[in-house]
């Protein structure tokens, strides 16, 4: 794995790292430096080895779209949100206004097609949209050759398949040249399908970048239901896996965290706020099993956020601007604060049901209530998508006294909802309906609210 670990190689609880301490709360601002891989290969670290919790936003199209000043706009409101990453294409095939051509009129290639003709113009302007994420505190997810779907114009498959494989790494290498000096950069390969034919000029451009570029981190995005190591794992290049699907979302996730041996993952899509018919219940809820099924981060995305008012495939009624406070971006601020305001990176997966044991719902099904427990048993976090009652055992919980609290995901509010002896089973049921996060700590800790923003 790329970059440094975790010092000694040892998980934050054994290295004396308190989540109420005032060295933890650092964590809860934005990362700087590039990021590396946890010694325990379950998350990322920033340069200061802090665990990066990734918030992301899928921005595919930020590149060629927008000038200088709605970037800015957009990068600001993000990070109010607390957004710290941003998926993004390096260069646009379809989805833009004026195809492959940016804002400002610039084509990436002064030849059509031929990767090893950039446009200084063009790339300048990608390398003010980097830097202005860095200020920010924003890192991106930067897509350099976006594949698109199979039997589609999409993307950039038939012109790397006609270009040569040695044009291919010239490429990559223009790219580690330019690139690795920018901290906020995690590389991301192919795009939307897997690279099939196209896998050896793939890797070849992800070689070509690190042959100067040994800084950054790799993905993949792949075809829905295909994970980046079951496509790219023998290219030498990838750091960490992602989670794509359309179908049942936890199981697969469950899947990504028992890999062996284990490598972090995200889930980098799924069902985007404004298309195929999402719910808002249905993207909090992707959200928050991702991180209590074993995930470091999550991509939330926006119809028309993503293409940003360019040739979306669905009909929406809202420009981008309108769309950056719709219900589906505020619920990932309460999201992110409320796992900052915990030790999430320290969170096992609670498979085997010890800490929930009634009221799961069905695994195969939408209802399913995933939860999840530090390893210090420190603290407890349960997301039920709908409501109902759930049993507890409490001896899970460290400490003589669990303090319960009951986190609203639609509001970011938390209530106090008691305080127990750490013995036995307990039911608990939540306020009101709806989905509703139940939060267990262990009351000797004096944790704050949970969601508290710090």
């Not at 407890?380 to 609203?408: C, E, K, N």
Request: proline share 6%.
């Amino acid at each position: 794995m790329a970059g440094p670990l975790i010092a000694g190689g040892l998980p934050l609880k054994e290295q004396g790292l308190r989540a109420e301490s005032a060295p933890a709360r650092a964590m809860q601002t934005a990362a700087r430096g590039a990021l590396a891989v946890s010694g325990n290969h379950r998350y990322l670290v920033d340069a200061e080895n802090v665990p990066f919790l990734l918030q992301g936003d899928a921005a595919w199209s930020l590149m060629v779209t927008l000038g200088k000043a709605d970037a800015s706009l957009y990068l600001r409101n993000r990070r109010e949100k607390g957004f710290n990453a941003i998926l993004v294409n390096l260069i646009e095939h379809k989805f833009c206004k004026n195809p492959p051509r940016n804002a400002e009129g610039e084509q990436p290639f002064t030849t059509p097609g031929d990767f090893t003709t950039p446009n200084e113009r063009y790339f300048a302007h990608a390398d003010w949209i980097l830097r202005e994420a860095a200020k920010n505190g924003i890192y991106v997810l930067l897509a350099p050759i976006y594949l698109g779907y199979v039997g589609t114009d999409e993307g950039w498959f038939k012109e790397l398949i006609a270009l040569s494989p040695e044009k291919c790494l010239e490429y990559g290498r223009f790219l580690g040249r330019r690139y690795k000096d920018f901290d906020n950069i995690i590389w991301v390969m192919g795009g939307d399908r897997n690279p099939d034919s196209a896998l050896e000029r793939v890797d070849l451009i992800a070689l070509g970048i690190k042959e100067h570029d040994t800084a950054h981190l790799f993905t993949a995005h792949c075809a829905p239901e295909n994970s980046a190591f079951s496509q790219y794992g023998g290219g030498g290049w990838l750091n960490f896996n992602t989670v794509y699907t359309y179908q049942l979302i936890h199981p697969q996730l469950y899947g990504a965290y028992r890999r062996n041996p284990a490598e972090p993952f995200i889930l980098i899509e799924s069902s985007y706020e404004g298309e195929h018919n999402s719910s808002d219940v249905q993207i909090r809820r992707q959200a928050y099993w991702t991180i209590l099924c074993g995930g470091f981060g999550h991509v939330f995305g926006n119809n028309p956020i993503w293409h940003f008012d360019g040739p979306g495939l669905f009909p929406v009624n809202v420009t981008w601007q309108q769309a950056m406070d719709l219900a589906g971006s505020v619920s990932m601020k309460h999201w992110g604060n409320l796992f900052r305001s915990r030790k999430w990176y320290d969170l096992v997966p609670d498979e085997k049901h010890e800490v929930v044991t009634k009221g799961l719902g069905e695994f195969l099904g939408l209802d399913y209530l995933a939860a999840a427990r530090t390893a210090d048993g420190s603290t407890a976090i349960a997301y039920m998508p709908t409501r109902r009652s759930i049993t507890v055992d409490l001896s899970g919980i460290s400490g003589s006294q669990a303090q319960a609290w009951w986190f609203d995901p639609r509001l970011g509010s938390a209530n106090p909802a008691g305080t127990f002896a750490t013995r036995g089973l307990r039911e608990f049921s939540p306020p009101d309906d709806g989905d509703w996060v139940l939060v267990l700590d262990d009351a000797s800790k004096q944790l704050l609210k949970p969601g508290t923003r710090l």
